[in-house]
């Protein structure tokens, strides 16, 4: 692939979605590290999430860029088996995060006061190594295949692993496929669980306007079939309704945050998993380009987070103008 038109046209996409990677990810470690309302259980997946993403713009990036660049690995073997670890592990780490940050958003939805109250750092803390260890472990086919890489022909010049059937269904099926489903299936029952929450905001609003009343028995005898009962109006006022909506608002405007981001991950990183499973099972090496270009818009998804947490979360953004001195 020496095609020189293609070759400035991936420059000028990459080297601006690394530098994006990479400072739009500090704004959101250094936001937490020194603002302390962000420094919250549920902002520490967002925060784990961009060190990963981080990682991959510091770590994965750059060597993907120049190898995509000159189509030639020149800096040894250690070096491509690191830089394969840490893009194989990164990538998992990001759907791994997706996954734990949707079961978050469901338990908060559905539990309520009582789940924010039992969610501590340390429980938090907890499950996000359990993240990273699983991340890294699903890696492990690549570096089982670390002889193949010598033994491929391709690795003499290229960084590469084999993609037989066995490593493409670990990986591509752990690392991108369970968590798609897994983020679907869980955002589904979130907004089923918002859609019953709307339900109860409107009987709570009925009664408010309507003033419906409940009565109760004091057991008297006589005086015909209502005689005995008193009515008391139910206690619900226009700021028990207002507290209602902007509860349900801030949820839904989550929920629909959160899952910008995870959709974000299935778009980006899904031409360049067809394509590692149509290579494993049929034997045909699609184009250079398209894997090149498919890779690049996959790494891409890295720098989307912070522009989205700008965008959508009032807190992020109110940090990131403090950071750059904007009123």
Known sequence: MGDPIFQSFLLIVSLPLCLFTIVGNLFVLFGYIFHAPLR?????????????????????????????????????????????????????????????????????????VSY???????????????????????????????ENIVVD???????VTKKVPYWVAHFCGGAFVLPAVL????????????????????????????????SSSDGVDGGGVDAGKRHRPIKVTADDVTRKTTLLARERRTAVT??????????????????TVFDAITGVIPAPYLFTFSGIFG?????????????????????FKKMLRIK
């Open 40 to 112: 919250t259980p549920a902002n520490a997946y967002l925060v784990s999430l961009a060190i990963a993403d981080l990682i991959t713009g510091l770590v994965v990036f750059p060597p993907t860029i120049h190898y995509s660049f000159v189509q030639t690995w020149m800096w040894g073997l250690p070096t491509c088996r690191i830089w394969l670890v840490f893009t194989f592990a990164m990538f998992s780490v990001t759907g791994l995060h997706l996954v734990a940050i949707a079961v978050d958003r469901y338990r908060t939805v559905s539990e309520g």
């Open 116 to 146: 924010i109250q039992r969610r501590s750092m340390r429980s938090v803390g907890e499950k996000l190594g359990l993240i990273w260890i699983i991340g890294f472990w699903v890696t492990i086919p690549v570096i089982l295949d670390w």
């Open 153 to 159: 022909p391709r690795a003499e010049v290229h960084c």
């Open 183 to 214: 983020i679907g299936r869980i955002y589904y029952k979130v907004y089923g669980e918002i859609k019953e929450r709307n339900k109860e905001r409107g009987k709570l609003e009925g009664r408010e306007l309507t003033g419906v009343t409940e």
């Open 258 to 275: 959160l899952l910008i981001i995870s959709g974000a991950f299935i778009f980006c990183w899904l031409p360049w998993n067809a394509l």
């Open 299 to 319: 790494l891409g998804n890295s720098c989307i987070n912070p522009m989205v947490y700008a965008a959508r979360m009032p807190e992020f953004r109110t940090v």
